[in-house]
């Protein structure tokens, strides 16, 4: 079935990249963009440790802004890493414990830790190294958020929703970096210290191949404070059936 509006809900397009990860056979440089293997951490500094349990955290991931290529602004800020208690497993980080998410500016000069640093803990599952390979797109929303123009036809609905899957190239619950959430559940609110409404940032789904499994096998939401006022103004949910 045709979808209705088409012109106009083209007019709702915005930049994302969708984010396929390639485990790694080398161990990947420290600064790049990548899911597991050994962060971006200065010399000074202290691997994170959980405010739940004690325990250290397991590194997830880590986004060099520079990687992505029509650029996403936070501020003064070029890097954003998270790390996340395994044990804990928060859902949300209203729950204030089990994770580590910070915006950082990174420079050539900075004396990264040795690599002889980091914790790793073997009994857990945590995600095999990945690089990432950004595919940039003109993402659409979801259809719930396109209901005047989509009608009440069912048909059309279901239209749309298979268009978009092609578009985020197979699923609406890609992982990618900007453009528009699909929700597993209800819309999150999430507000940052400063007062604003977080924006989006990105959705990442549970990777088989790459270890990477959020709960049960979820999505994870990434939000970020529109002004970026400091360097964890960052939230996340975990959303799954
Ligand atoms: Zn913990
Ligand atoms: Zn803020």
Same mark, same amino acid.
């Given at each position: 079935? =045709?979808?209705?509006?088409?012109?106009?809900? %083209?007019?709702?397009?915005?930049?994302?990249?969708?984010? @396929?990860? %390639?485990?790694?056979?080398?161990?990947?440089? %420290?600064?790049?963009?990548?899911?597991?293997?050994?962060?971006?951490?200065?010399?000074?500094?202290?691997?994170?440790?959980?405010?739940?349990?004690?325990? $250290?955290?397991?590194?997830?991931?880590?986004?060099? &802004?520079?990687? &992505?290529?029509?650029?996403?602004?936070?501020?003064?800020?070029?890097? /954003?890493?998270?790390?996340?208690?395994?044990?804990?497993?928060?859902?949300?980080?209203?729950?204030?414990?089990?994770?580590? /998410?910070?915006?950082?500016?990174?420079?050539?000069?900075?004396?990264?830790?040795?690599?002889?640093?980091?914790?790793? %803990?073997?009994?857990?599952?945590?995600? #095999?190294?990945?690089?990432?390979?950004?595919? $940039?797109?003109?993402?659409?929303?979801?259809?719930?958020?396109?209901?005047?123009?989509?009608?009440?036809?069912?048909?059309?609905?279901?239209? !749309?929703?298979?268009? &978009?899957?092609?578009?985020?190239?197979? +699923? @609406?619950? =890609? +992982?990618?970096?900007?453009? !528009?959430?699909?929700?597993?559940?209800?819309? $999150?609110?999430? #507000?940052?210290?400063?007062?604003?409404?977080?924006?989006?940032?990105?959705?990442?789904?549970?990777?088989?191949?790459?270890? /990477?499994?959020?709960? =049960?096998?979820?999505?994870?939401? /990434?939000?970020?404070?529109?002004?970026?006022?400091? $360097?964890?103004?960052? +939230?996340?949910?975990?959303?799954?059936?």
């Amino acid at each position: 079935m =045709a979808i209705p509006n088409m012109a106009t809900i %083209r007019a709702y397009r915005r930049p994302a990249y969708r984010m @396929i990860l %390639r485990p790694a056979e080398m161990p990947l440089d %420290r600064t790049v963009t990548k899911f597991g293997g050994l962060p971006y951490l200065l010399q000074h500094e202290r691997w994170p440790v959980c405010r739940g349990c004690q325990r $250290p955290m397991t590194f997830m991931f880590q986004t060099h &802004l520079r990687d &992505l290529p029509g650029g996403v602004r936070m501020g003064r800020y070029d890097f /954003l890493t998270f790390y996340y208690c395994l044990d804990c497993a928060p859902r949300s980080s209203l729950e204030q414990k089990g994770f580590h /998410l910070e915006l950082r500016r990174t420079s050539p000069q900075d004396e990264l830790q040795p690599a002889h640093f980091a914790f790793r %803990r073997e009994e857990l599952t945590e995600p #095999r190294e990945c690089a990432v390979v950004f595919r $940039p797109f003109d993402d659409l929303p979801t259809g719930e958020m396109l209901a005047s123009f989509l009608g009440t036809d069912e048909g059309a609905y279901d239209s !749309y929703m298979k268009y &978009l899957e092609q578009v985020r190239g197979g +699923s @609406i619950f =890609a +992982s990618k970096i900007g453009g !528009y959430p699909s929700w597993v559940d209800a819309e $999150p609110t999430m #507000r940052c210290q400063c007062g604003l409404a977080m924006k989006f940032f990105a959705q990442i789904s549970s990777e088989e191949q790459a270890n /990477l499994l959020w709960g =049960a096998g979820g999505v994870l939401y /990434l939000f970020h404070c529109p002004h970026a006022c400091n $360097p964890n103004a960052l +939230s996340f949910v975990i959303q799954s059936e």
